[in-house]
T-cell receptor, first 110, second 113 residues
Framework: GQNIDQPTEMTATEGAIVQINCTYQ??????LFWYQQHAGEAPTFLSYNVLDGLEEKGRFSSFLSRSKGYSYLLLKELQMKDSASYLCAVTTDSWGKLQFGAGTQVVVTP | DVKVTQSSRYLVKRTGEKVFLECVQDMDHENMFWYRQDPGLGLRLIYFSYDVKMKEKGDIPEGYSVSREKKERFSLILESASTNQTSMYLC????????????FGSGTQLSVL
């Protein structure tokens, strides 16, 4: 079956760095996505990795190692507005169906 | 910006009722999806559609059906609502040219009493 694991919750202080890990075991792989979801709102797209390596986009970076079935999302210079749930999702087909992890709740404290 | 609109933000229904959840997207996307989101379980795919009148089962289709008569509209139907279908339902769409980001609606919180 498909298995996508990420920590349930992480706490960090404003201005710090937090790294959210995601490991996956899926039958096939066609890309990994990270989404951000604020409480009561829709998930919004953050990043997409299909090749190994680091993708940087402003304060957020995402890394992928396909051989290890591993990804992380790095949030730098944390701001209070970064308090949200971060969802790791894997697609294994060409339709773009996503299998989601349970999400990591990041709490940013002053 | 792509807009995915779900008809209701909150819905309360009784056990055994037939429930319709509507979703409309305005960017001519080919693919549309219905997920449910439960605490500790994440988002789980119920059904998806890659074309008008086409539908495919996701991971948890039991108790649900869908309809896509027009490209922009994807409906989720609970034939006979049960309490274990109390959940947040999220509709999403994507362009349809391969693996690509999903655009989500704001969700419908359904409570079945």
């Amino acid at each position: 079956g498909q298995n996508i694991d990420q920590p349930t919750e992480m706490t960090a202080t404003e201005g710090a760095i937090v790294q959210i890990n995601c490991t996956y075991q899926t039958s096939g792989f066609n890309g990994l996505f990270w989404y951000q979801q604020h409480a009561g709102e829709a998930p919004t797209f953050l990043s997409y990795n299909v090749l190994d390596g680091l993708e940087e986009k402003g304060r957020f970076s995402s890394f992928l190692s396909r051989s290890k079935g591993y990804s992380y999302l790095l949030l730098k210079e944390l701001q209070m507005k970064d308090s949200a749930s971060y969802l790791c999702a894997v697609t294994t087909d060409s339709w773009g169906k996503l299998q989601f992890g349970a999400g990591t709740q990041v709490v940013v404290t002053p | 910006d792509v807009k995915v609109t779900q008809s209701s933000r909150y819905l309360v229904k009784r056990t055994g009722e037939k429930v319709f959840l509507e979703c409309v997207q305005d960017m001519d996307h080919e693919n549309m999806f219905w997920y449910r989101q439960d605490p500790g379980l994440g988002l789980r795919l119920i059904y998806f559609s890659y074309d008008v009148k086409m539908k495919e089962k996701g991971d948890i289709p039991e108790g649900y059906s869908v309809s896509r008569e027009k490209k922009e509209r994807f409906s989720l139907i609970l034939e006979s609502a049960s309490t274990n279908q109390t959940s947040m339902y999220l509709c999403a769409s994507s362009l349809g040219t391969g693996p690509e980001k999903l655009f989500f609606g704001s969700g419908t919180q359904l409570s079945v009493l």
